[in-house]
T-cell receptor
Framework: GAGVSQTPSNKVTEKGKYVELRCDPI?????LYWYRQSLGQGPEFLIY????????DSGLPNDRFFAVRPEGSVSTLKIQRTERGDSAVYLC??????????FGPGTRLTVL | AQTVTQSQPEMSVQEAETVTLSCTYD???????LFWYKQPPSRQMILVIR??????QNATENRFSVNFQKAAKSFSLKISDSQLGDAAMYFC??????????????FGTGTRLTIIP
């Protein structure tokens, strides 16, 4: 596709469940970022991948959050034992190093 | 740590008029980048304009221009001839320039812009 895609668009889950959010970056983009945007806030950085490796995971809030990018393309953000406070829009962005990032439309996660 | 502050949660402007959105930031770095992003209801962040801190000239993109005051750490966005399609959330963002490829952004809390027909 032409842009960054994220699936699902919306996800509703129950407290304590496990969820996976997927990001398909623009083909050829080596850098990939995850951000979390809570209601009424700006996006907050979670993690940055350069290729397959997580080069900066300083934004992950705790060990319930984990992300992978095994082949240097698609990335999955995994959240264990979800809590109501995890409800937010999760945004993914990709870029070629040194160039502007392109954002996806996000996944809205609602934890009941 | 860098912080970005947008003190105007909401702004409104008459169609075809001019509006200015404010942004201040805090950093100890001398070289960095500043951005304005637009987020319509579709949630997709769209880059509006970008400014390199080492450039004294203010960036301009068609109807969008910035007033970059480095000493004051201020970076405001001016939208001229406002159009209905400009209605959105606007986020100011900061990026350090020395992160060896890590181009993570620090965002403000946003300003909701309404265009009055």
């Amino acid at each position: 596709g032409a842009g960054v895609s994220q699936t699902p668009s919306n996800k509703v889950t129950e407290k304590g469940k496990y969820v996976e959010l997927r990001c398909d970056p623009i083909s050829g983009h080596t850098a990939l970022y995850w951000y979390r945007q809570s209601l009424g806030q700006g996006p907050e950085f979670l993690i940055y991948f350069q290729g397959t490796g997580a080069a900066d995971d300083s934004g992950l809030p705790n060990d319930r959050f984990f992300a992978v990018r095994p082949e240097g393309s698609v990335s999955t953000l995994k959240i264990q034992r979800t809590e109501r406070g995890d409800s937010a829009v999760y945004l993914c962005a990709s870029s070629q190093t040194g160039l502007q990032p392109f954002f996806g439309p996000g996944t809205r996660l609602t934890v009941l | 740590a860098q912080t970005v502050t947008q003190s105007q949660p909401e702004m409104s402007v008459q169609e075809a008029e001019t509006v200015t959105l404010s942004c201040t930031y805090d950093t100890s770095e001398s070289d960095y980048y500043l951005f304005w992003y637009k987020q319509p209801p579709s949630r997709q962040m769209i880059l509006v304009i970008r400014q390199e801190a080492y450039k004294q000239q203010n960036a301009t993109e068609n109807r969008f221009s910035v007033n970059f005051q480095k000493a004051a750490k201020s970076f405001s966005l001016k939208i001229s001839d406002s159009q209905l399609g400009d209605a959105a959330m606007y986020f100011c963002a900061y990026r350090a320039s020395t992160n060896f490829g890590n181009e993570k952004l620090t965002f403000g809390t946003g300003t909701r812009l309404t265009i009055i027909p």
